[in-house]
């Protein structure tokens, strides 16, 4: 059996003792964007690809042998902490009920944050723009987002995915009487249309610059949630669909869910993206940091992603690793908010607020820069 571990050599199959490395990269303390975990993922998915089995040359006049089946690639994920619920309602856990990494593997959104933190489309065609008239700021300071769907997308259970969806997204989020992260996006959020099924269009009362990443527009599947909603929002809010039975349009999906133990997902064939490289994945919960790095050290867990190991346990583990062809690599987080004042008359809110010299000056004098 090939399963890709820890580096160094692997045997092929019984009887073979040909060896081939398997490397692995291991990210220790913050991956910044999904789209940086999904090129970790993918690298590791290239790595396990050289696990497969190969039979060996045939010599002259030799019956050609069998080939041996391919093992499962199965990537082994380590988590501190298990997420509450995934893209739920109940307001714990925080965002997306604190799911993090997971919801990215089981479920795709409009749009995604690139290591630059700007806005990359994913379920959208594009982002909107202005210079593409899908982003229109208006004279009265309202605004309007048009979002073009890629065409084909299924949810994991087959039914197909439209703006019918998104618009059902849009009414729940917006609810007063659901819990909810976002709270900039749902006051601002003044009303939404679906002219066609590849045609999703957001009024703003106000301009929100971060409008683009979607984050209060969480595709929700209709055709599973929108009765229960309708009958009642107490049971919608703890449904099993945004814990142990929660269906997205990702390119994994959840088999099951072992509460306090892991959770294991397996490819979706039907991703609108194409086949995964992977044929399934594991994720563990392990609550402590010392039994974390004892598991990974095991080769019980192939990668690590947030939250994880602190800085010193990851530095340790990089020197117990050395010459292994193991990798340990350490990023700052993406937490810092880069803001710009707004000097427009047309749109500076209050009018004579930022815009007067003197309300700045004000304001940097007011800065307390011993404390």
């Not at 970790?40 to 039979?55: F, K, N, Y």
Request: hydrophobic share 40%; glycine share 8%.
């Amino acid at each position: 059996m090939c399963r890709c571990k820890r580096g160094g050599t692997v045997p092929l199959q019984r009887g073979d003792s040909s060896p081939v490395a398997c490397g692995l990269i291991l990210i220790c303390q913050v991956v910044r964007t999904r789209s940086a975990l999904f090129a970790t993922v993918l690298a590791l998915a290239l790595a396990l690809s050289a696990c497969a089995p190969r039979s060996s040359p045939a010599g002259p006049g030799a019956a050609p042998s069998e080939t041996a089946p391919q093992a499962p690639k199965i990537l082994t994920v380590g988590l501190l902490r298990q997420p509450a619920n995934i893209e739920g309602f109940t307001g714990e856990g925080g965002t997306a009920g604190g799911a993090g990494t997971v919801r990215y593997l089981i479920h795709d959104h409009l749009t995604v944050q690139d290591d630059h933190d700007a806005a990359r489309a994913q379920l959208a065609l594009e982002v909107p723009s202005v210079e593409q008239g899908t982003w229109r700021v208006n004279s009265d300071g309202t605004m309007d987002m048009i979002w073009g769907l890629h065409p084909g997308v299924r949810w994991q259970d087959g039914a197909p995915f439209s703006s019918a969806d998104l618009l059902f997204s849009y009414t729940v989020h917006k609810d007063p009487d659901l819990p909810h992260a976002y709270l900039a996006e749902r006051r601002n959020m003044e009303s939404a249309t679906a002219p066609d099924p590849d045609t999703f269009i957001v009024h703003w009362s106000a301009i929100l610059v971060t409008a683009d990443q979607a984050r209060a527009l969480t595709p929700l599947p209709r055709h599973l949630l929108e009765d229960l909603y309708n009958a009642d929002k107490a049971a919608f809010a703890s449904s099993p669909r945004f814990t142990t039975e929660f269906v997205g349009l990702g390119p994994y999906h959840l088999v099951r869910w072992e509460q306090g133990s892991l959770m294991e997902l397996a490819r979706f064939d039907g991703y609108w993206q194409g086949r995964p490289a992977l044929d399934g994945m594991i994720v563990k919960f392990v609550f402590d940091p010392n039994t974390m790095v004892a598991n990974v050290l095991a080769g019980a867990i192939d990668l690590l992603v947030p939250p994880t190991i602190d800085v010193d346990a990851a530095a340790q583990l990089k020197q117990r690793w050395e010459g292994t062809g193991n990798t340990v690599r350490v990023e700052p987080v993406s937490r810092f908010v880069y803001a710009e004042l707004q000097f427009r008359p047309e749109l500076a809110r209050p009018v004579n607020g930022i815009r007067d010299h003197t309300v700045r000056e004000a304001l940097y004098r007011a800065i307390d820069r011993q404390g």
